[in-house]
C-alpha cells in the first residue's frame, strides 16, 4: 500500500542555518504530496503541497519539489527561525481522487538553537 | 480564517465508558475525516465520511467507533467502549470540494484510565 518515509528526527540546528528534512513516498498512481506542520501544542497545518510531478510547493521561507523519478519530496529552507521549532510530517493522498485519505510519515522533530 | 473546532481539548474517561469527541467543521466544507495520533506515533486514519455516510474506513475504526453528522454543523465520533489503547490525540479534518486541501482542527487528547 501507500507509504510515506521520512529522515527520523529530532534534527537540532542554529538560527540561520539551511534545512533539509528527506521524505520519499511509495504510491499507485499519481498521489498528492503535503507537508504539515505542528507547532508546540497546537494542531496540524498545512504547511505546502504539490498535486503533480515538478511542482514545487512553497510557502513561509519553505520549499519542496515532488520528484516522481526518486519519488521524493524533499522539504527545504535557506534560513531556519527559533519560531520554526515544530514536528514536520511528509503526507501523501490520492486527492483529489476519491481515494483522498492522507497517509502520514512518522514526523521529524525540529529544534532550533538561537 | 475560517477554522476546524474540535471540543472537549482533554478529556479523560475510565475504561469501558463511552466517549463522544466532537468537531464542527467549516461550514462550507462536505468531506470530513477523523485521524488520531498516539503519542510518540504518527498520525493514522481512521474514517472518513460524506453525504451522510463512511466513504472509507481504516482497519483501527472497528465496531467500538462511530461517526455522525447529527445537525448542519457537528460531527462527532463515538468509541463506544474505551480501551487504554484508544488513549490518543483526535484530529478532525474537512475539506470543500475538489482542489481544495484538509483542513485540521487542534485535536482532542483522549486519556483512558
Known amino acids: 500500500g501507500n507509504s510515506v518515509t521520512q529522515m527520523e528526527g529530532p534534527v537540532t540546528l542554529s538560527e540561520e542555518a539551511f534545512l533539509t528534512i528527506n521524505c520519499t513516498y511509495t504510491a499507485t498512481g499519481y498521489p498528492s504530496l503535503f507537508w504539515y506542520v505542528q507547532y508546540p501544542g497546537e494542531g496540524l497545518q498545512l504547511l505546502l503541497k504539490a498535486t503533480k510531478a515538478d511542482d514545487k510547493g512553497s510557502n513561509k521561507g519553505f520549499e519542496a519539489t515532488y520528484r516522481k523519478e526518486t519519488t521524493s519530496f524533499h522539504l527545504e529552507k535557506g534560513s531556519v527561525q527559533v519560531s520554526d521549532s515544530a514536528v514536520y510530517f511528509c503526507?501523501?493522498?490520492?486527492?483529489?481522487?476519491?481515494?483522498?485519505?492522507?497517509?502520514f510519515g512518522k514526523g521529524t522533530r525540529l529544534h532550533i538553537l538561537p | 480564517e475560517p477554522e476546524v473546532t474540535q471540543t472537549p481539548s482533554h478529556q479523560v474517561t475510565q475504561m469501558g465508558q463511552e466517549v463522544i469527541l466532537r468537531c464542527v467543521p467549516i461550514s462550507n466544507h462536505l468531506y470530513f475525516y477523523w485521524y488520531r495520533q498516539i503519542l510518540g506515533q504518527k498520525v493514522e486514519f481512521l474514517v472518513s465520511f460524506y453525504n451522510n455516510e463512511i466513504s472509507e474506513k481504516s482497519e483501527i475504526f472497528d465496531d467500538q467507533f462511530s461517526v455522525e453528522r447529527p445537525d448542519g454543523s457537528n460531527f462527532t465520533l463515538k468509541i463506544r467502549s474505551t480501551k487504554l489503547e484508544d488513549s490518543a490525540m483526535y484530529f478532525c479534518?474537512?475539506?470543500?470540494?475538489?482542489?481544495?486541501?484538509?483542513?485540521f482542527g487542534d485535536g482532542t487528547r483522549l486519556s483512558i484510565l
Open positions: 503526507a501523501l493522498s490520492g486527492y483529489p481522487s476519491r481515494d483522498d485519505k492522507i497517509i
Open positions: 479534518a474537512s475539506r470543500g470540494t475538489a482542489g481544495q486541501p484538509q483542513h
